[in-house]
C-alpha cells in the first residue's frame, strides 16, 4: 500500500504506551502515539502508521535498532523521546550521551521529515524519582538546544503542570494512565497545530490516605513494582525483552 503521509513513533514504554491497557492490540496497550495516528488518519486516507518503540530500551539501544528502520519507512513525520532510562541508572554521562542523541536528530531531520522531541518530566513530587531531578534539566536543555539546531518541534513535558495529579498516572507511578496518554496525544496535536476530538477519559480519584494507609500502599508499590524494576537492573534483564514493536510496517489503524 502507498501512504502520502508516513508517521513513525520511535522510543521506549512512554511511546509504546505502557499504563495505558489495551488488550485487542499488540502487546496489550495503545499509548498516545495511536491517538495521535487516530487523529491525524481522520484527515487522510492515505495516512500510514508505524510504532517501533518498546519497553526498557536505553537510549543508544532506540537508536540502534529505530532509526534506520524508520528512515527505511520513509517518514514524514517522526516523534522520539528516549533518555529516560538512561537517567535512572547509577552512572550517566549526559553530554556523550546526548551526541550520539543528536546525529540521530541529525539523521531523520536530513529525511525532510517533520521531527517531534520531547523534554523529560518534572518529577519534583515523587520522592524517589524526585532525585533525578537534576539529571533530567540538564538533558531538557541539551534536547531544547538540539531542537533548535534540527528544526524540530519540541514536546515540552517539564513544563506540563497537568501531571501532578496522580490520576494522570497508572499504578505502578512510573508510566501515564490512560488519561495520562490521552493528554499527552492532545498535547503532541497541539505542537503539530493539528485539530483533534481527543477526549481525557476520567481519572480514577486518588483517595487521601492517613499516614499508616500510605506506609501500607507505598510497601505494596514497593513490592509490586520497585523491587521487581530493581531486579531487572541489577540483573541485565527488561521488561522489553522478547517483545517485538508494536506496528514495525506502516499500517491504518
Known sequence: MDFTARYVALGDSFTEGVGD????RPNGVRGWADRVAEQLALADP???????????RKLRQILA???DAAIALRPTLVTLYAGAN???????????LLADYEKA????????????????????GSKVFGTMRGRTAIYNELVRGIAGDH????????RFNEYYDWGMWARD??????????????RVLTVLEHE???EVPPMTPVPELSKADALRANARWVREFAAPWVVRRVTGKSSGDNLQPRYAQLTRL
Do not use: C
Open 105 to 124: 536528530v541529525g539523521k531523520l531531520a536530513a529525511t525532510g521529515a517533520t521531527v517531534v522531541l520531547f523534554t523529560g518530566f518534572d518529577a519534583r
Open 196 to 198: 483533534h476530538s481527543i
Open 151 to 158: 528544526g524540530a518541534l519540541l514536546v515540552d513535558y517539564w
Open 173 to 186: 507511578r512510573m508510566h501515564m494512565s490512560a488519561a495520562g496518554h490521552a493528554n499527552m496525544a492532545k
Open 46 to 56: 492515505g495516512f500510514g502508521y508505524a510504532n517501533l518503540a518498546i519497553r526498557g
Open 65 to 67: 535498532e529505530q532509526v
Open 86 to 96: 538512561d537517567i535512572l541508572r547509577p552512572k550517566i554521562d549526559i553530554d556523550d
Open 21 to 24: 491497557d489495551d488488550p485487542t
